[in-house]
């Protein structure tokens, strides 16, 4: 009969050997790096820079667990709340959530409190979960696996109920007290397989475990924003990521000590090569963002002098589909003077529209078509 795993407590350096990645993991700190550089030095506002970033995180995390939604889907939404439906509200929920996560690090360490408020956000409303006990840690046994199997034909079966404020109590203490000295991207690829392996709660592990990387990134100062993510990079690999992760779950029975280690070196390459992988493309963007905004501005600038073209264009870089009530929300000018620049950035083919009377809609397409690669 199958049993309830019970995971290896924090800290595990005993079973690390860095020369196994060591390469992976200079280069990973290195694109981060170059990663901080490009936003720093950009024109655009990061915020603004990154706006479309954490939509893709939000929508390709939530993939992982099997919604449908696209990038346009949520694009569309954010002009026209009217075609809501579940995925898109899964999407919106996961946003929300990481930025709960940000805000209570301001006074919070990463800690059960915080994990659990982002857990309450992260299944509100009308969502897959929400009537798994948002926000509390399970009081009964779950398992993983294939859509209709039994505890005995799962794939793996978390620690019992019981067990889960104890695991998640030395997880916290890891993440906020380590006593090793590895590097922060080797205490990150742990502490996700560590969080995902515990499965403290009923529905979500998954999603706020990823939310986790990149909020303990930049809990850790390697990031200036909790805004680098790799969601994108394991959606990719989705089958791998899941394998990996249950390789490292192994049976009691078997567990030497050199099986451990060899699980767990290939588990923290695999991870570290993710963060590279998302690293090169989040540069590529993050140029390609920088050069088209500095391109952007100095053709509407032939066409347009206002002192408030800049912030045209900057609700046009965090909202690439928008209608004027968009740009009215955030800049202030009159409609019709907005009306008419609008009718000179589409006549100049920098936007498009869906030629509608009233409620027009607006496509920016050169960087939608960037967002899209």
């Known amino acids: 009969?199958?049993?309830?795993?019970?995971?290896?407590?924090?800290?595990?350096?005993?079973?690390?050997?860095?020369?196994?990645?060591?390469?992976?993991?200079?280069?990973?700190?290195?694109?981060?790096?170059?990663y901080e550089t490009l936003l720093n030095k950009s024109k655009l506002d990061p915020k603004l820079l990154l706006a479309p970033i954490t939509l893709q995180e939000a929508i390709q995390s939530t993939r992982i667990e099997g919604t449908q939604v696209t990038?346009?889907?949520?694009?569309?939404?954010?002009?026209?709340?009217?075609?809501?439906?579940?995925?898109?509200?899964?999407?919106?929920?996961?946003?929300?959530?990481?930025?709960?996560?940000?805000?209570?690090?301001?006074?919070?360490?990463?800690?059960?409190?915080l994990i659990k408020e982002m857990h309450k956000i992260l299944l509100a409303g009308d969502v897959r979960g929400n009537s798994r006990n948002p926000g509390e840690f399970r009081t009964i046994q779950?398992?993983?696996?294939?859509?209709?199997?039994?505890?005995?034909?799962?794939?793996?079966?978390?620690?019992e109920p019981q067990l889960v404020p104890n695991y998640m109590s030395n997880l916290e203490k890891y993440i906020n007290e380590p006593t090793d000295d590895l590097n922060n991207l080797i205490r990150i690829a742990i502490i996700h397989a560590q969080f995902e392996t515990i499965h403290p709660f009923l529905d979500g592990n998954g999603r706020i475990g990823r939310i986790l990387i990149p909020l303990f990134l930049y809990d850790k100062e390697l990031v200036s924003a909790p805004n680098f993510f790799i969601s994108?990079?394991?959606?990719?690999?989705?089958?791998?990521?899941?394998?990996?992760?249950?390789?490292?779950?192994?049976?009691?029975?078997?567990?030497?000590e050199e099986?451990?280690?060899?699980?767990?070196?290939?588990?923290?390459?695999?991870?570290?090569?993710?963060i590279t992988l998302q690293a090169n493309k989040n540069i590529k963007l993050i140029d390609s963002i920088d050069n088209l905004y500095n391109e952007v501005l100095d053709k509407s600038r032939e066409l347009i002098s206002n002192n408030k073209l800049i912030d045209i264009i900057n609700v046009m870089f965090e909202?690439?589909?928008?209608?004027?009530?968009?740009?009215?929300?955030?800049?202030?000018?009159?409609?019709?003077?907005?009306?008419?620049?609008?009718n000179k950035l589409e006549n100049a083919q920098i936007i498009y529209s869906d030629g509608k009377i009233r409620n027009k809609r607006y496509y920016f397409y050169d960087l939608i078509n960037i967002l899209r690669q």
């Open 259 to 274: 099986i451990l280690a060899d699980k767990w070196n290939t588990w923290i390459k695999f991870f570290i090569n993710s």
């Open 232 to 256: 994108e990079s394991l959606e990719k690999d989705k089958y791998k990521y899941y394998k990996l992760l249950n390789d490292l779950r192994v049976d009691p029975e078997k567990a030497t």
């Open 1 to 34: 009969m199958k049993k309830p795993y019970e995971p290896l407590r924090l800290p595990i350096n005993n079973l690390i050997n860095i020369n196994e990645f060591i390469n992976e993991l200079l280069e990973a700190n290195k694109l981060i790096g170059i």
């Open 142 to 159: 779950n398992f993983i696996g294939p859509e209709g199997c039994t505890i005995q034909t799962a794939s793996y079966i978390p620690p």
């Open 319 to 342: 909202k690439p589909v928008f209608n004027k009530k968009s740009i009215l929300e955030k800049v202030s000018i009159p409609s019709s003077t907005l009306g008419n620049y609008l």
């Open 71 to 113: 990038l346009d889907d949520m694009l569309e939404y954010g002009v026209d709340e009217s075609n809501k439906n579940n995925d898109i509200q899964e999407v919106i929920n996961y946003s929300n959530a990481l930025r709960l996560g940000e805000d209570l690090l301001k006074r919070l360490p990463i800690s059960t409190r």
